[in-house]
């Protein structure tokens, strides 16, 4: 026989997260995660599945029938939609304004798609001309966009116009909500969006691990009528439909605890009420960004296309990030993140999502970045 | 704006689960679920990340380097062996003998691949010499076995002699142990097994959502060295690769609290040791199988292949299963389930695992089942 390793009992740090995600869970979320399960086809299960997908329709403001936790993390979502909507010999249309348009290329393509592209810099969000002419230029089925851009801090204004003209070119339109989610508005019906996927560890505030998504009945029509079959069969709509539809038949077993809290994670946005919730997010934000001003220091994208749960800061000329970041978590036990892809080295990513979106927070990310500032000789 | 449901606070049900899983799950590792999380990148996960890794070794019994926990349920572990290792073209043999030979089937064809079936009865396991002859006829580059299955209670013995017969051949082996890793006897190294995956649910006694899996250096190497890329981004191991490996960079955001109460739950087998829980698992079935008899009643599998961790007890004439499973759980809060696919109305599938596995537990089974019984004039 093998021996088994030593291991002391867990005790994970204590960190104050207020990095890209995941946020602090809120204390009663914590709560629900040590109940005791019940099978994943008990009757008190199905009403508890039912309960998670009138909230899910009303955080992603849709009537949609299908409104579903996906078994997963956030990718698990993003790809279920791809995967289903995307069939071989399909053109997907994706953005190249940060890292997430990049996976949404990778998953269309295993899909069997083409992928053609739509071109911004990073950090900044597409513009509808230029939509306009890639539809023309490419005639794609399927577009896909990040709302809320995690890597970059860009969110992507004027939806309905990105939604309008891919409707008049016949195609489905996928939006990427991971981080924009119960924390910035955010509507799928009004904004005529076809597919929508979010994480539950940003601006919901919960444990990673059941992940919201939603689709319209054109869309889903179009997944229940492919002609190859979906080539993933954890993720496959068309056999989730006997579980999360009328049937509630056995498919895999669901992640129980995760549908727990992900039940009272959303059950807090209903409480607190979806607007409000946006309204505290940007007033956080708001109080972080003056912050950071009266430091000298600046956000990355312009205010027009600025994300308040995800905020980018430009690192002034000669401080080292990767210092910055160690010394914040080393002296202060804060977790914020460095930038990905073409903005590495230029921007550190401080997250304003969820629980973790209050004042406390934001005074303590205030005091440590100065203090890891000054520690590099930094003078506000 | 639409607005929000109502909902009540969570209040599960207080079941006692001797079905075929969800086991119930032990208060240590409940509350390991409530603890606050940290980033999934964060040096101290990194930490956790390294010792669920080493536990997960001395489960399977396994030296081998790649010993992960899949970000999803058990299919989705499943689903990552499949698809990793089947390339389009490969042809796969799977049994015909339960459920989950058919899962089997339908992953390996969504990879691509090209199915072939070795026949025994449902409840029955594979005899060698079948094998033997299924491998002349189909020449198949990866054979997949149930080593427990959970639709119908049967253990498959001789697990070296059907290794052995697929090395011969050149295949690469892949072993289902969702329903004994952690319960059953079960040995990656010494039985020369290829590839394992298992569920966090079963014998482990851990909420679902964190799975399982491990594959040796020879099977990676063929994943590494794939003409195509694996069809499902979220379970591509080579990119996994990057997070699991030496790396430890980003690829997607793992299940972090499921992974804490993963760490938790193996950590409770090695203080129990492994095969002191082999042998509780087979003790507390055999007080179960016992009293079974006491009742009249006899188990679907031959002795020589039944699995103590799902027992298959066969329904008398005249008996209402599904009055009989309403029975027991409205009066006795019990959860115990149907048979699925040829013995569905045939047998009732009664789960002793993990934290599940305990004498009150049986004691309840045993009473709530006579008392079931009798409601429907049965006189043991």
């Known amino acids: ?14 960190r104050t997260l207020m990095g890209p995600g995941p946020s602090e869970v809120h204390p009663r979320v914590l709560r629900v995660m040590s109940a005791p399960l019940v099978g994943h086809l008990d009757d008190s299960f199905i009403e508890i599945m039912n309960e998670v997908q009138d909230l899910l329709r009303y955080v992603f403001q849709t009537e949609n029938q299908w409104a579903i936790p996906v ?4 990718s698990a979502a993003m790809e279920a939609a791809f995967a289903n909507v995307v069939e071989p010999g399909d053109t997907v249309l994706v953005p190249t304004n940060g890292y997430f348009g990049g ?9 069997g798609g083409e992928v053609a592209y739509v071109d911004a810099p990073w950090g900044e969000p597409l513009k509808p001309a230029v939509v306009e002419d890639a539809f023309h230029q490419h005639d794609p089925d399927i577009f896909g966009f990040v709302h809320a851009e995690t890597s970059t801090g860009a969110l992507q204004p004027n939806v309905p116009e990105l939604t309008d003209i891919a409707h008049e070119h016949g195609a489905y339109v996928i939006a990427d909500s991971v981080t924009s989610l119960g924390g910035v508005e955010f509507r799928v019906d009004e904004w005529d969006i076809d597919v929508a996927y979010s994480g539950a560890q940003k601006c919901l505030s919960c444990p990673p691990g059941a992940s919201p998504l939603t689709l319209n009945d054109r ?16 993720l496959d ?27 009272e994670a959303l059950q807090l946005v209903a409480e607190e009420g979806l607007e409000a919730r ?6 956080m934000a708001t109080q972080l960004k003056q912050g950071l001003e009266a430091l000298g220091l600046e956000l990355n994208p312009e205010d027009e296309y600025w994300l308040p749960s995800l905020n980018a800061v430009r690192i002034p000329d000669g401080i080292d990030e990767s210092a910055l970041l160690s ?16 903005l590495e080295g230029e921007i550190i990513r401080i997250g304003c999502m969820g ?11 205030l005091y440590a970045l100065e203090d890891a500032l000054r520690n590099q000789g930094y003078e506000p």
């Open 1 to 14: 026989m093998l021996t088994p390793p030593e291991t002391e009992p867990l005790t994970p740090e204590d």
């Open 71 to 74: 078994s997963g993390t956030g």
């Open 103 to 111: 996976r949404m290329a990778s998953m269309a393509e295993r899909a």
């Open 219 to 234: 869309t889903m029509e179009k997944v229940l009528n492919r002609d190859t079959e979906v080539r993933s069969w954890y």
């Open 237 to 263: 709509l068309s056999l989730l439909e006997g579980y999360w539809g009328d049937d509630r038949s056995y498919h895999h077993t669901a992640p129980i605890t995760n549908i727990y809290a992900l039940r």
């Open 278 to 283: 946006w309204e505290r997010h940007e007033a």
């Open 327 to 342: 010394d914040m978590q080393a002296d202060h036990n804060l977790e914020v993140a460095s930038g990905l892809g073409d």
């Open 355 to 365: 629980y973790s979106a209050r004042t406390s927070n934001i005074e303590l990310v």
